[in-house]
Each structure stands twice: as C-alpha cells, then as structure tokens.
C-alpha cells in the first residue's frame, strides 16, 4: 500500500479517536459525577478544560509543527493524546480528571492544526484530495453519529473509565504507523512563534471561565470575582495591543477589518456558544432527571445528529445557488428556533418535548456549518487561508467554552430564585441550600439532599428543587435561542458575497489547498494511484460534523454563488 494512503489511515483513525472521545464524554458524565462525587462546576471543567487548551494553542500549534515538521508534531500530539486518556481513566478525583482533560487538548490541539496538511501534502489538488477529504469528512461524521451510542454501551457495560482507557492502544497503534509510514513536511516561510500572545490569551480565557463559573458561589460582587473579570479584561487588552504591534502575531488583527471575516467568526461562535454548549445541561436533564441510562441518553441524541446528516448535502448544493450570508442567517435562524421548541419544559415532560427542537436544530447545523467553513476561508488571501481556518475553530472553541460556564451560571441563579421563591418561610430557603437542591436536581440525588428536611416538607421541597433546575434549563434554552438569532441578524448584516474569494472554477479557496501550495516534502507525491471518484458531495455532507464536534472543517462547494 502506498504511503498516502497509510497518511489518509493514520490521519482518519487518531481523528476518529480524538472525536469519538468528545462525543462520548458528554453521555459519561453523570457516570463520572456519581464514581468520583464530583460537583455540578467539575461537570463543567470536565468539558471546558479541554475546550479551553485547544482554544488557546491550535494556531500555535500549526506554527510549532511548520517549524518543526508536520509529522513530528502529529505525533507528539498523538502520544500526549492518549497519555493523558490513560490518566483520566486512572483519575482518583474531579482534580485530576479536570487536570488530565486539559493535557488531552494540547495533544488535541497538535492533532487538529496539522491533519488536514498531512492529507493534502500527499494528495494532489483536485479529485484525488477530494477522494481523500471525503473519506476524512466520512471519519468525522461516524464518530460523531455512533460517538454517543458507544459511549453509552462502553459506560454501561465497562464503566466511564472505559472510554479513556480505549483511546491508548488505538493511539499506540497510530503513532507506530505515524512514525513509520508518514513523510515528514516543514514550511520554508516558517514564522516565529507568538508565545506572548499564547500566554496572554490563554490567561484571559482562563479568568473569564473561572468567573463564570465561580460566580454564584463567590458572589458576583466579591473581590474574587471582580478581580478575575477585571483580569481577563487587562489580558484580552494586553493581547490586543501586543498582537498590534508584533511582526508576526498568533491572531493577524488586519484580518478583523473585513466585515466579512468578522461575521463568519461571529456565527462560529454563535452556534458553538448558543447551541452546542447546551449539550452538557440537556445531557443532565435526559440522564439525572428523567432517569435515562447513558445509552438510553445516545439513543435520543441521534434526531439532532440525523437531521445535520441529512440537511448538510442540500447547504453543499444550496451555496451555489444562494448567498453565504443567507445560509448562514437561515441555518443560525434555526438553531434559535429548535432552542424554543426545546424550551418549556414541566414537570411532567418526557423527552420528546425535546423531539421537534432537536430536528430543526439539527436541520439547522446541517445548513449552517458547510457554509461557515466555506466561508471562513474564503473571505481572505489564498495564503492565509490555513490561518483563517484554525481562528474560526478557535472561535468554536471559545464558545464552547463561555457557553458552558456563562449557561451554567444563569441555571444555577434562575433555579435558587424559583426554589427560594417556592420555599419562602421554611428552612429550605436559607443559606446555600438553594443552590445545594438545584444542584441535587439536576445530578439525580434529590433523595438524599432533602433528608435534613422534616418529612411533611419533603414533597413540597422536591417539587421546588426539581421546578428549579427546569426553571433554569428553560431560561438557558430560551436565551440561547436569543444568541442564535442575534448571530444570524449580525451574519446578515456582515457578510457580503464580494468579500468571498474564489479560485478560477469557482470554488471557495480552502486550506488543504493552502497547505500544499506552501509545504516542502521529501519527495513530490505519488498520484499514480488517482481515483475518478468525486467525493465532494461527501465531503460537504460531513463537514457539518465538524463544528458539531469542535473540530473546523474547511471545505467548499463547487459553482457560483450570487452577487
């Protein structure tokens, strides 16, 4: 077998890993919350550690593996990948867990910056690479489609440490393969690296999500808080300035100057922030309040994977006939209003109430995120397209990041209200134990923390603390259908079509492309081996997937698009 293709293996199996280890996370946890007594803010970390690692370095990590080579880089990457696996599955506590999933973003983070060069540095452009970008995009949308039915069997059956633990002989595997198969690739116009703006940035995300996350239990007026904001506030200023004035910055602050730009990293983060960060608190609702098994939970996530499935190909045909900011408004529109119909959640709800919001959003997703990674790297130089790609996933993860602890902080303030307001005049009301019955709601431990209350008291304090948690998952839905269509009234308004950029068969200019036009190999690549397969309609229907699962697939549509 040729050495491309054992490439397009190595590549598609550690992708495969690292999002299948995201999809299924989100089923585990109320497994690991229960196994390791962790609290409703660990929940949190659990997933923003990791977000927030990959935020924070995937640009960096492009650069370091430019510099150092592509391979090596993909390798390191690999190997950091399923170390810190090992160790979340030997985790003794929320610490070390949270610790562990904040190591397997740097491994993710060099996995993602260089997968798609490695592809393309051994397919040649045309349709070859899109053979090879289909069966990539085909990886991408089988993880995320069995990702929560797989981590729901392996939770049930083996535990949630049986979800990390399958991570290291698949990785071990890869990096054999990496080592020995895989051709290195360095950029000869290699740039610095921006290790000041990595600190700065990182260090504001950092104290952003700490305050959001610490706020109801400091207080938002404690000096904590105000300190912490005011922090993130003189970091994400001090970048700022700092990316002004280096030559070669992390973040090209020119590249804001087209409103373009501006509004596909607005939508990005939109749908990220809006939509995807919500998945933790509806995973708690189907497993902690409805009583779901994490299979179960797989089960009724598939409506919302299925319809992106089905709605990604008609965007990929829809962008030759339609306007991006059309696309992108009308699919943002949708999440917005999947999010509604999410919302108004009794007491006496199943899951289906969640049914027609999970179709439209999905319908949604599915029109949306073809688009936005058409459009993210179509909107700038050809050169500079590789770059613009790892901003809008940066901006997902950003999201993904503010989404869960911002979303977190109001359910928690809407539940103490709602549970306060029902238990006025009795015990439950005072001090911290609010907070302590939204909490116990929303992890399925009611039971045991309406104990201390005298027993005729126990139905009303139940019903308040469960109204409680659904109090504060309906206002997050509700709000988060208001950022939605926020987005896509500013998509709207930013992005035109002559800002697109489009190479001479009208395609939107995409990274891969870049990332071949400016690599040094070994050797020019063998392309004896071309395939007259299109994979571009695959390509594009998988790609939603992508954003899906925070990882940015840049991609594009064959035709023109109107003026």
Same mark, same amino acid.
């Given at each position: ?10 590549? /598609? ?9 995201? !999809? ?6 109320? #497994? ?30 492009? #650069? ?22 090992? *160790? ?11 610790? #562990? ?18 592809? @393309? ?7 070859? =690479? ?29 535990? $949630? ?38 600190? !700065?940035? #990182? ?9 959001? *996350? ?5 207080? $938002? ?60 608190? *509806? ?41 991006? =900011? ?20 009794? *007491? ?80 439950? @009301?005072?001090?911290?134990?609010? =907070? ?25 304090? @139940? ?63 063998? /392309? ?32 023109? =698009?109107?003026?």
């Amino acid at each position: 077998m040729g050495r491309k293709w054992w490439t397009l293996i190595a590549v /598609s199996v550690a992708t495969f890993m690292l999002l299948l280890d995201i !999809t299924v996370v989100n089923v585990a946890l109320p #497994s690991i919350r229960e196994d390791l007594g962790a609290s409703f803010t660990d929940l949190q970390w659990v997933v923003d550690s990791y977000a927030l690692s990959l935020a924070a370095l995937v640009l960096s990590a492009g #650069s370091l593996a430019d510099r150092l080579g592509r391979r090596r880089v993909f390798a390191a990457g690999l190997g950091i990948f399923s170390a810190a696996s090992l *160790l979340c599955a030997l985790a003794p506590d929320p610490v070390f867990l949270n610790l #562990s999933r904040a190591l397997q973003g740097v491994g993710g983070a060099a996995m993602f910056a260089v997968s798609l060069a490695l592809i @393309a540095h051994e397919f040649p452009a045309g349709r070859e =690479r899109g053979t090879a970008m289909g069966v990539y995009g085909a990886t991408i949308g089988g993880a995320v489609a069995i990702g929560p039915l797989v981590g729901g069997m392996l939770t049930d059956s083996l535990g $949630w440490e049986s979800i990390f633990y399958l991570n290291v002989p698949v990785g071990l595997a890869a990096i054999v393969v990496t080592s020995t198969k895989l051709r290195e690739s360095r950029d000869p116009n290699v740039t610095r690296l921006d290790w000041m703006g990595v600190a !700065t940035f #990182s260090g504001a995300l950092f104290m952003l999500v700490l305050a959001l *996350l610490r706020g109801n239990d400091e207080g $938002w007026g404690s000096g904590l808080i105000v300190s912490l904001f005011a922090g993130a506030a003189a970091l994400l200023a001090a970048f700022i300035a700092m990316e002004h004035r280096v030559s070669q910055p992390m973040l090209p602050l020119g590249l804001f100057r087209k409103p373009a730009f501006i509004g596909v990293q607005v939508a990005a983060f939109a749908i990220s922030c809006a939509m995807l960060a919500q998945f933790l608190y *509806l995973t708690l609702y189907l497993q902690n309040y409805l009583g779901h098994t994490p299979f179960e939970s797989g089960l009724r996530y598939l409506p919302i994977t299925v319809a992106a499935f089905v709605f990604a190909p008609l965007a990929g045909l829809l962008l030759s006939r339609l306007p991006a =900011r059309v696309m992108i408004s009308a699919g943002l529109a949708a999440a917005g209003v999947g999010l509604l119909l999410m919302s108004g959640i009794t *007491l006496t709800s199943d899951w289906t109430t969640l049914l027609g919001g999970f179709l439209v959003a999905g319908a949604g997703i599915g029109l949306l995120n073809p688009t936005i990674a058409d459009v993210a790297v179509g909107v700038v130089p050809e050169e500079q397209s590789g770059m613009a790609s790892g901003i809008n996933d940066t901006f997902r993860q950003v999201g993904i990041s503010v989404g869960i602890a911002a979303w977190g902080a109001v359910l928690i303030d809407r539940g103490v209200g709602k549970v306060s307001e029902l238990t006025a005049g009795t015990s439950a @009301a005072t001090g911290d134990y609010p =907070r302590e019955l939204v909490e116990a709601a929303s992890s399925g431990n009611l039971d045991r923390a309406i104990a201390a209350v005298p027993s005729p008291a126990h139905d009303v304090v @139940a019903d308040a603390a469960s109204q409680g948690f659904l109090t504060g998952l309906n206002d997050i839905l509700v709000l988060g259908a208001g950022l939605s269509f926020a987005g896509a009234l500013l998509a709207l308004w930013l992005i035109r079509e002559r800002e697109i950029q489009r190479d001479e068969s009208g395609r939107g200019l995409n990274s891969a492309d870049e990332a071949a036009a400016h690599a040094t190999i070994e050797r020019p690549p063998d /392309s004896s081996d071309a395939d007259a397969v299109d994979a571009d309609l695959v390509h594009v229907w998988t790609t939603a997937f992508a954003a899906y699962t925070r990882a940015a697939e840049p991609g594009a549509a064959d035709g023109s =698009r109107q003026s």
